[in-house]
């Protein structure tokens, strides 16, 4: 690590230019800087995806590297979460973080009105709701309890039921396919590949559609989506009339049944 996203959602492009957006990178995530430009940086995420970067919106100072690296970490599992300079809702907003951003914890545990003192990988000091925060799940390999996993994956990609379709996005105020699968499997402790198919040196793979079993993914051409049990999905669409993470199935005669997805689904895939 020789960088660390400060900006609350960090947008990566293909170029050192904005452009089509490639992925949303949160606060809190370290990253390795492949290249520099003025004013820009090619990054590799932790999660091993690559793209450039505004250079304000990382930090590649080393002091506050390693005191991050040392520190310890809390997840920010509310949907938007403002820091602020005092604890009281009247204090000066510093940041607004989202869903999936880490913050470091600077105290044994909410105080009496329920705040939580925190720092920023930027350095700012401030307070936010301790409800908003939990403790990260490491990411590390396959969960050794598939039933667990599969229901909190589950749990966690329709957390974001209704938030708009964003190509590339990665946060609550806007996801794509992709990035919802990842951005759930993430949160649950498993790194798996950003975009809509499986690659080889990640933990998923193929298995057949018909054994697909509640958090596995189902795939069709440029599309990947959730199951979730019963010939339904989860997923974010461009679909018109969706625009949005929406819940769809593959049985006809279901309300929700999306003809064209049964149509041309390609296949499926496990971690397990």
Same mark, same amino acid.
């Given at each position: 690590?020789?960088?660390?996203?400060?900006?609350?959602?960090?947008?990566?492009?293909?170029?050192?230019?904005?452009?089509?957006?490639?992925?949303?990178?949160?606060?809190?995530?370290?990253?390795?800087?492949?290249?520099?430009?003025?004013?820009?940086?090619?990054?590799?995420?932790?999660?091993?995806?690559?793209?450039?970067?505004?250079?304000?919106? =990382?930090?590649?100072?080393?002091?506050?590297?390693?005191?991050?690296?040392?520190?310890?970490?809390? =997840?920010?599992?509310?949907?938007?979460?403002?820091?602020?300079?005092?604890?009281?809702?009247?204090?000066?907003?510093?940041?607004?973080?989202?869903?999936?951003?880490?913050?470091?914890?600077?105290?044994?545990?909410?105080?009496?009105?329920?705040?939580?003192?925190?720092?920023?990988?930027?350095?700012?000091?401030?307070?936010?709701?301790? %409800?908003?925060?939990?403790?990260?799940?490491?990411?590390?390999?396959?969960?050794?309890?598939?039933?667990?996993?599969?229901?909190?994956?589950?749990?966690?990609?329709?957390?974001?039921?209704?938030?708009?379709?964003?190509?590339?996005?990665?946060?609550?105020?806007?996801?794509?396919?992709?990035?919802?699968?990842?951005?759930?499997?993430?949160?649950?402790?498993?790194?798996?590949?950003?975009?809509?198919?499986?690659?080889?040196?990640?933990?998923?793979?193929?298995?057949?559609?018909?054994?697909? %079993? %509640?958090?596995?993914? =189902?795939?069709?051409?440029?599309?990947?989506?959730?199951?979730?049990?019963?010939?339904?999905?989860?997923?974010?669409?461009?679909?018109?009339?969706?625009?949005?993470?929406?819940?769809?199935?593959?049985?006809?005669?279901?309300?929700?049944?999306?003809?064209?997805?049964?149509?041309?689904?390609?296949?499926?895939?496990?971690?397990?």
């Amino acid at each position: 690590m020789n960088a660390l996203i400060t900006a609350s959602i960090a947008s990566l492009y293909a170029g050192p230019r904005p452009g089509t957006l490639e992925d949303e990178a949160l606060c809190g995530v370290s990253a390795q800087v492949l290249e520099r430009e003025e004013g820009w940086r090619r990054i590799r995420t932790s999660y091993r995806y690559e793209g450039w970067v505004r250079q304000e919106e =990382l930090t590649e100072d080393p002091a506050l590297l390693r005191r991050w690296e040392e520190a310890p970490k809390l =997840l920010v599992w509310q949907s938007c979460a403002d820091i602020l300079e005092e604890a009281r809702v009247q204090g000066r907003c510093l940041a607004t973080l989202v869903r999936g951003c880490l913050v470091e914890p600077l105290d044994q545990g909410p105080d009496e009105k329920g705040w939580r003192r925190v720092r920023l990988p930027d350095g700012r000091q401030g307070f936010t709701p301790g %409800k908003f925060l939990l403790p990260p799940v490491p990411v590390g390999g396959v969960p050794e309890d598939e039933e667990a996993f599969r229901e909190n994956v589950t749990k966690t990609a329709l957390a974001y039921l209704g938030v708009q379709y964003r190509w590339g996005g990665r946060s609550p105020w806007g996801i794509d396919c992709s990035g919802l699968c990842f951005t759930a499997y993430y949160l649950n402790g498993v790194s798996i590949y950003r975009d809509a198919k499986i690659l080889e040196g990640f933990p998923v793979h193929a298995i057949p559609a018909e054994q697909a %079993k %509640k958090g596995d993914l =189902l795939f069709f051409p440029g599309h990947v989506a959730m199951y979730l049990g019963d010939g339904r999905f989860v997923h974010s669409t461009s679909h018109v009339g969706t625009h949005g993470v929406a819940v769809n199935s593959l049985t006809p005669g279901d309300p929700l049944f999306r003809t064209d997805l049964l149509e041309t689904m390609t296949g499926a895939g496990s971690i397990f």
